[in-house]
Each structure stands twice: as C-alpha cells, then as structure tokens.
C-alpha cells in the first residue's frame, strides 16, 4: 500500500513533514464557510440514476459551500 505526506519548505529551503512540529503556514484568519445542503448517502445496491443523483447534489452542496467553483465548460 502507498502512502502520501505532506511535506513543506522549512528553513534552508528543505522539504519537511507536516506535523506538529511543522505545522501548515496560515495566511491570515480563515473565511467564513456556508454550509451546502446536507446529501444523504446513497442506498445499498443503488442504480446508475441514483448513484448520478446523489453525486450531483454533493457537487451542488460543495459548490454552495464555497468549495468548488462552478465549471465553466470541458468535454
């Protein structure tokens, strides 16, 4: 299995984990977050239409939230 670290630039330029010794650089006070809607999970044994449904309001709830932006186009 693999693993992923998140690591940063710290003194000297070399890269080191984030952790409590190293912790993540803030940049001021973090905005405000709205809550999206709530989306339940999807049931058991759920179809393709409910799968896509239930997808799309958690897009639609991201994107109210202030997490996503809306996609302006693609394929």
Do not use: W
């Amino acid at each position: 299995m693999s693993k992923i670290q998140l690591v940063i630039k710290g003194a000297g330029g070399r890269l080191v984990p984030v952790g409590p010794d190293h912790p993540l650089p803030m940049t001021g006070a973090a905005p405000a977050i709205t809550p999206g809607a709530a989306v339940a999970d999807a049931p058991s044994g759920a179809t393709t239409a409910q799968l896509r449904t239930t997808l799309n309001e958690l897009l639609a709830s991201l994107r109210a939230a202030g997490f996503i932006e809306e996609s302006t186009g693609g394929a």
